[in-house]
């Protein structure tokens, strides 16, 4: 059914412009035209953009809530057990819709941590149900691994020092068989053919380098090349992936992967903290994006990632939320912003502008989820976009301010008022239209709250863990 909406200003990319006053009409999930309009102010001022891409997740719950903080990855990856989603709709739901309300018309989904509660082809489809019903495109990257499951090499000196039933704690929770490389991409593809949609993007998803054997980098690099399909993975978020990379990959590990054929346009790589000048040039040459996550690498003490640089040579920069965002609270704008804030330049210097630095995140996000389009509002283009109140951003209107400048200067969650997402309104007054998060919120929360003593004989242990685990790191990878 066609509809149309109207706005004081519409930013439609940095290659095309705003208008001013206009409307914008579209049907059957497409943008049909955008023209001028005689009133737009009967619902008060508003600022119409292009939809962001939550370019990095995992569906997880707050991470603070299960006592995961202040301590690097490679500890709060295993404190953070404690919050395996209980249920696999209600937690993607919430996250999803949190996301959604924070101007995202698409969100990766790297599943890190499955719930265990059913068999994973159920929790992909349960996941996928959450979208729908949510509203958002989704990309969905199940998550492999197998090596190295607490450490980057053998755990016996860290787990040397537990007592019996502390040990076979840590290793009912994290030790486990690993699938071979030909179980796993049977089961991506049995997913894919479950929940792919026009909506949703089933991509390869291994965890890292030092989590994941040549043998099976490689399957997925023969695999992805045969078939198209996106990958999706961590590379160099921490000193000490950077350590144990430069140990097991002497020839260099971004070589590695540009040599088996999984650094090509189908990668995208998250994080790349400690990526180095020459890396970023081979990442660019191929194609591949790389997701920034400010927030998160700020939570988890990993480093700030040379995102300016990486950009200048020529590497496609996403934006994503990592399910760490600065208040823990999933806002998208936020993270954009201080992303562009971190790295936009010094003095006069600038990296980008507000238009360049917007309409690039927007077009890498897509192309990172599989979303169609480049992110611009123009006829023919998906009908993707927010709906900024203006009033409540430009609440002083002392003088005129450009409106997205002011959206990077100030801009959070609590100004988008509505979100269209394939020509459906997800968000509709701040907030989401197809599921009552507060409802999921609450009882995800009584769950945890019930669940957490089955994590008991783990969080005893934890003292006696987290010691031994820093000292091997600290040795181990020749850094501090």
């Known amino acids: 059914m066609p509809q149309q909406t109207t706005a004081t200003h519409v930013f439609c990319g940095h290659e095309i412009g705003r208008h001013d006053h206009a409307t914008i009409a579209f049907d059957d999930g497409v943008i049909t035209g955008i023209s001028s309009a005689a009133d737009t102010n009967q619902t008060g001022r508003t600022f119409i953009l292009p939809a962001l891409v939550n370019a990095h997740d995992h569906a997880r719950p707050t991470a603070s ?7 690097p990855l490679e500890s709060w990856i295993l404190r953070s057990v404690v919050g395996t989603p209980p249920d696999p709709y209600l937690a993607a739901a919430s996250a999803l819709a ?3 309300r924070s101007g995202c ?3 990766m989904i790297h599943y890190t941590r499955p719930s265990g509660t059913m068999p994973i082809l159920d929790e992909a489809k349960a996941i996928a149900r959450a979208a729908a019903d ?3 495109r989704m990309a969905f990257a199940l998550s492999v691994r197998d090596q190295n499951p607490i450490v980057y090499g053998e755990s016996e000196p860290v787990l040397a020092g537990l007592t019996e039933n502390e040990r076979t704690a840590i290793e009912d929770l994290f030790v486990h068989p690993a699938p071979t490389a030909k179980e796993y991409i049977a089961t991506v593809e049995d997913i894919a053919a479950s929940i792919q949609s026009p909506l949703i993007d089933v991509q390869f998803g291994p965890a890292g380098v030092q989590w994941c054997s040549r043998g099976l980098l490689e399957a997925i690099a023969e695999r992805s090349a045969l078939t198209g399909r996106r990958v999706h993975m961590h590379l160099l978020e921490t000193i000490y992936q950077r350590g144990w990379a430069d140990r097991a990959f002497p020839d260099g590990v971004v070589k590695y992967l540009r040599d088996i054929g999984l650094l090509s346009e189908r990668l995208t790589l998250a994080h790349c903290i400690h990526a180095r000048p020459d890396e970023l040039d081979i990442i660019a040459a191929s194609g591949a994006r790389i997701v920034t996550n400010f927030s998160s690498n700020l939570h988890l003490r990993s480093g700030l990632a040379p995102i300016a640089d990486a950009s200048r040579r020529g590497c496609p920069i996403a934006v994503g939320v990592d399910g760490l965002a600065l208040d823990e609270d999933d806002d998208a704008l936020r ?3 201080l992303v562009k804030l971190a790295h936009g330049g010094v003095g006069y210097q600038s990296n980008w502008t507000c238009e360049e630095f917007l309409s690039s995140a927007v077009r890498n996000g897509r192309l990172t989820t599989g979303a169609p389009g480049g992110g611009e509002l123009v006829p023919g283009a998906p009908a993707d976009f927010m709906v ?4 409540r951003l430009e609440r002083d209107a002392i003088v005129p301010v450009d409106p997205l400048q002011l959206l990077f200067a100030r801009g959070n969650a609590s100004v988008i008022r509505d979100v269209v997402v394939d020509g459906r309104t997800v968000v509709r007054g701040g907030e989401p239209t197809g599921v009552d998060l507060p409802a999921i ?3 995800l929360r009584a769950m945890y709250r019930a669940g957490v003593k089955n994590y008991a004989a783990f969080t005893a242990a934890w003292p006696r863990l987290e010691h031994p685990l820093k000292r091997w790191f600290s ?3 020749g850094c501090g």
């Open 388 to 391: 900024i109140d203006l009033d």
């Open 105 to 107: 018309a698409a969100m």
């Open 335 to 337: 993270e954009l912003r």
């Open 441 to 443: 919120e609450t009882e």
């Open 65 to 71: 809530s299960f006592g995961a903080v202040d301590m």
């Open 134 to 136: 949510v509203g958002m």
């Open 475 to 477: 040795e181990q990878c």
């Open 98 to 100: 949190r996301s959604a």
